[in-house]
């Protein structure tokens, strides 16, 4: 009887202490959203431009869970980069007018906190890319007149070669304080990889075809740090330096070709936490 009054006493004792630590341990959540202007660079393993592409912009939500030592994050961007000139073998200046890229990025992580400042994640990007080529005014020789001359009628067409899949892979960031304030400096560095599958799909005189071309095996090294401030309301504010370094290789090809995209630039992040 003793034992047993003493095995429900320890079990009272051990979930008071439980919900003690658990009431203590605050769940803070984090809602913002970022804009990212950033240069698009891609090229092939030699450094030469395969696209000319100016600075575009993207923005996107995310939102952070951090209870006690454990913290998630997911986060969204999507944007769209002017295209000046896409080389698709056909001579220089052809496709050089109405041409754009848009990029869309969603990502997942899982943190532990090793440290008051230091986290370990684990985290998944899902990535697409696509350069839109549009042609208007296409001659189409239809007949021919009284004379033997062709007659032509003028259609327009489109083309999107994209990029996407799922990338994996493992980071660590970092939060230092600045002072007593607010104030604070931030970093992160993680390394993914994955399988990427390209597509082509050619939109001509009412009809749409796709065609699925090869698998691409993909590696990045992801880097944003910079500075932020927060202030006693929950509000804060951060910009900072971000940049996605990619290399590709296209799996089972004889073709020795290694483009590399560069993603990089200036981003600015608000955000509330409660």
């Known amino acids: 009887m003793l034992a047993k009054k003493r095995l429900i006493f320890l079990t009272i004792f051990i979930l008071f202490i439980a919900h003690t630590v658990l009431a203590q341990t605050r769940t803070v959540v984090t809602l913002g959203g970022s804009w990212w202007n950033a240069a698009y660079t891609y090229e092939d393993e030699d450094g030469e431009e395969l696209a000319e592409i100016g600075n575009g912009n993207s923005f996107g939500p995310y939102i952070s869970i951090n209870h006690g030592k454990i913290n998630f994050g997911a986060s969204l961007l999507f944007g769209t980069f002017p295209v000046d000139a896409f080389d698709m073998g056909f001579g220089e200046d052809i496709f050089d007018t109405d041409i754009n890229m848009s990029r869309n990025d969603l990502n997942f992580t899982l943190g532990y906190r ?133 290399s590709e290789e296209v799996e089972d090809s004889d073709e020795d070709s290694q483009p590399r995209i560069r993603v990089e630039g200036f981003i600015v992040t608000a955000s509330y936490s409660f």
């Not at 350069?131 to 083309?159: C, H, K, Q, R």
């Not at 939109?203 to 698998?215: A, I, P, Q």
């Open 114 to 246: 090793i440290h008051r400042n230091i986290n370990l994640f684990a985290g998944t990007k899902y990535l697409k890319w696509a350069i839109n080529l549009d042609m208007n005014d296409i001659p189409i020789e239809t007949g021919t007149d009284f004379w033997g001359d062709p007659i032509y009628d003028y259609v327009d067409a489109s083309i999107e070669l994209s990029e996407s899949g799922m990338l994996y892979g493992v980071g660590i960031s970092g939060v230092i304080p600045l002072g007593s304030g607010g104030m604070y400096a931030f970093g992160s560095i993680a390394g993914m990889g994955g399988t990427l599958k390209s597509e082509s799909t050619v939109e001509f005189l009412g009809e749409s075809e796709s065609e699925t071309g090869e698998d691409i095996s993909a590696t990045l090294a992801a880097i944003n740090l910079g500075l932020g401030y927060r202030f006693p309301s929950g509000f804060g504010i951060n910009a900072g330096y971000r940049a996605d370094l990619f």
